[in-house]
């Protein structure tokens, strides 16, 4: 059974870091790619971060240069760097995971960690 981690969260200061983290674990079929996804009160959850197979990061706008994911494969651990919060970066921060098996793809969640930025 595929289950997702998270750990980091907190409340903090504008101006201020956080490194999120993401225990993977029961993960037996081809990762496609993993990422970080968020969700503010009464907003959709959006997409913040991901990382493919391959290596290759994508980020969204509001958080390019400020935010960095990578992954440790050998803790089974994906990580997000928050530098420069924002309050606007205030929200229930999700790990997800996207395995792909024979004729299938499907993604998994985690339970979610709040960040929360006072300005």
């Known amino acids: 059974q595929v289950q997702l981690v998270e750990s980091g969260g907190g409340l903090v200061q504008a101006g201020a870091s956080l490194r999120l983290s993401c225990l993977a674990s029961g993960i037996f079929f081809r990762v496609n790619d993993m990422g970080w996804y968020r969700q503010a009160p009464e907003r959709e959850r959006e997409l913040v971060a991901t990382?493919?197979?391959?290596?290759?990061?994508h980020y969204a706008d509001s958080v390019k240069g400020r935010f960095t994911i990578s992954e440790d494969s050998a803790k089974n651990t994906l990580y997000l760097q928050m530098n420069s919060l924002k309050f606007e970066d205030t929200a229930v921060y999700y790990c997800a995971v996207q395995l792909q098996g024979t004729d299938w793809v499907q993604r998994y969640w985690g339970q979610g960690t709040q960040v929360t930025v006072s300005s």
């Open positions: 990382i493919t197979r391959g290596g290759s990061t």
